[in-house]
């Protein structure tokens, strides 16, 4: 039941509710109109007295007063006594409710007993003037029909009491006149009877017409609280819409959208400056992989709270989906920094989790400060310096400057620009020798593609797969490369140097999303290529979506195509992943290479990667080899292949040529 279904169901009257209702009205009238009737009872009754005194009767009409005056203040006594079962309410617990019931009750009962104790006394009004025989009897007729006819009139709540107290009198009045005798007397006693019944139906009708209008009373106040719950219950049901469409539910930060609006809100003053910071765990998909969600969700909860313990006063946080967070303040305001701050958020994710031993969490921390309102801006900027701090590994923060708003203009300028690029050849592809231990025989081309932007000059590799990603042209560059290297082939092919292999690249990315197996062995056979010249070199990274792969690479390397794994030593390949992405080839990261003659280190890995490689029977290449002491250091480590600026840099096809055809006049 929501909290709008239980307010109406409390403003709901039930029958026997309203019932206590009403009756609580009824003893409450009756307590109020008994209370102004004793006054004019005890008057009228002093005035019988002395009436009863003036005819004789002193004694008999000071005794009745006595016991009527002790009934009358009983009675006053009765209507003032304090009564819990008058703080009944619709709000009554039921329990209290059934109490205050059976006290309201009693009372009542009380109250007729009282009327019907003071009716008697009236009874005995004939005493005082003999039986209704003597001069003043006109006087107590009047009296007594008085009394009851306002008992009667003031009664209309409860039928019972002024019941109670008139007909004892009227009755005692009818049997007096009728013992008088004489035609006169008993029709006046059947008038008096009469009056009597009248006075009872009009009691009866008056309580019908108090108990409507207490019943419409409640029933009108029900229905307003009804109404009124009605609303708060739509309101608060609104409110929690709204809390919802602007907070996360898991960690209750805002969410993006409600980011957004309250950033939007914030006034910006012309000159202020404001700072977001944007937040991307380190090792949170770990977290998720290995332990589940159930504990990632953990992990997400308790870094909001850290993140909220953290903040500037006044700063507006968020997570913005994932595992990433969001935070805007006002550096002036605070007088913080955002270094401090983004050192403060980075020491507190890095306190280890509790109990729970899932290894130390880390944070990277891009930021942005600005003096504009638009979040979107400002997010994609601190987007941007977040990337660049997440590649410089773990744990560290940059902020958004000229170098990053380069590096993001030129990603979405090539965005833009790769496909006419593509389609005007401006885009090339440069071939870097592989070189035999020797250094001077070429044993292999590595294909490396090129982009010289208008704009912005020289555009890396990485940045060009990643631009044919956002644009949608992965497939297109792969073909584009292919087409390359498929020319270079058959180039070879014709100058009689077909056992020089031709290498090319493909990312993680466009093995798992392309079918390369398929578009690369079509190609081949469509243009009667030997699979056999052709070399993949993948990334150790690809060894990680192994699942995925597996069947492309398995049918490439069964038609002949060789596998090369490349990188190797900077990323995270198993041995075992060796075999599963059927690797023919090693090719030793460049920074294992250069600078090998000056590091021990280096020696020692880089023997210990030839040695693998011999006895898994793999190829090993050497990458960057940039100087003649690390290629005699390799030579003398018996590294079978090399690759580097000192032997050769990557060159276009046309300065390529030359170099091929001088080596194959050296063959
Ligand atoms: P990689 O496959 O390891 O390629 C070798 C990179 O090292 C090339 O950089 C090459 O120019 C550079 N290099 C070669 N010898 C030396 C040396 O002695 N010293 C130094 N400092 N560098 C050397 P490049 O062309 O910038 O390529 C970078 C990376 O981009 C490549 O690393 C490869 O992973 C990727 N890449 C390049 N072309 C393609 C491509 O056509 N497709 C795909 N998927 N990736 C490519
Ligand atoms: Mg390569
Ligand atoms: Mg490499």
Redesign the pocket.
Known sequence: MNGLQRDVRASELSVRDLTRLIRRDQLEAVRRSVFIAIPVNILLGLTGTLVAFYAGLGRAGATWFAISLSINLARAGLCKAPLGGLLLTIDTSPEQAVAHEREIERQLRLASFAAFASGLVWAFVPTLCEGLTSASTTFYLVVTCGITAGSVTHGIAFARVPLCFITLPLLSTAACLVYAGGLENDCLAGTVLLYLLALARSAIESEKVFRRASRSKHEASAAARAAAAAHAGEAALAEEMRRRATHDDLTGLLNRAGFAHAAEAQPCDPGETRCLLLLDLDGFKTVNDIYGHQMGDRVLIEVGRRLRDSLPPDATAARLGGDEFALLYDPQQSGLEPSVVAERLIEAVAVPFGTVEIGRLGVSIGIQSAHTTSITQMLSCADEALYSAKSAGRNSYRMFDANLRAQRDMRRDSGRDLSKALVEEVLT?WF?PIFNQDGSTIAGL????RWQHPQHGWI???DI?AAAANAGLTESLLRF?LERVCGLMSLLQELGLSQVRVA????PR?MAQLSVDAIVLRRLEELALPPSGLEI?I?EETALGIDVIQDKLLRLADAGVRMAL??FGVGYASLASLRQLHAGRI?ID?SLV?GLSQSRDKNVMVQAVLNLGASLGLEVVA????TSDDLSALQSLECPFV????LGR?MPLSDLIPMLSASRAAA
């Open positions: 592809v870097q590595e294909a490396l593609v890396p590799p990485g797969i490369i090319m690249n493909v990312s466009e070199e990334t490349d990188d090719k460049r250069t990458e960057g080899v940039e690759q580097g600026y000192h990557p």
